[in-house]
Nanobody, 119 residues
Framework: QVQLVESGGGLVQPGGSLRLSCAAS????????VGWYRQAPGKERELVAT???????NYADSVKGRFTISRSNAKNTMYLQMNSLKPEDTAVYYC?????????????WGQGTQVTVSS
């Protein structure tokens, strides 16, 4: 059974920092591209950052220079370090794991963790 479990969300003041974690089980984590997505109330889910199994990263323009995605294949865990947080970063943050082979696409989501940026 595949599980992606996010943690580290919470309430933080503008300008503050949070570190999200996503622990994976039931998959060979090292061969998956993984990423963070977020969904604010009344908005569609959007990409925040991704990291491939080779370590290449990609960020949404809105978080470049403030967020850093990383992974530990030894720990089957992905991280999102969020600095200089803004109220517009408030959302439910989801982790995602994705890969394809010749016949199938494998795509998994976590249950989400709430991040609220407010004074």
């Amino acid at each position: 059974q595949v599980q992606l479990v996010e943690s580290g969300g919470g309430l933080v003041q503008p300008g503050g920092s949070l570190r999200l974690s996503c622990a994976a089980s039931g998959i060979t984590f090292s061969i998956y591209a993984v990423g963070w997505y977020r969904q604010a109330p009344g908005k569609e889910r959007e990409l925040v950052a991704t990291i491939t199994n080779f370590g290449s990263t990609n960020y949404a323009d809105s978080v470049k220079g403030r967020f850093t995605i990383s992974r530990s294949n030894a720990k089957n865990t992905m991280y999102l370090q969020m600095n200089s947080l803004k109220p517009e970063d408030t959302a439910v943050y989801y982790c995602n794991a994705d890969r394809m082979d010749r016949l199938h696409k494998y795509n998994y989501w976590g249950q989400g963790t709430q991040v609220t940026v407010s004074s």
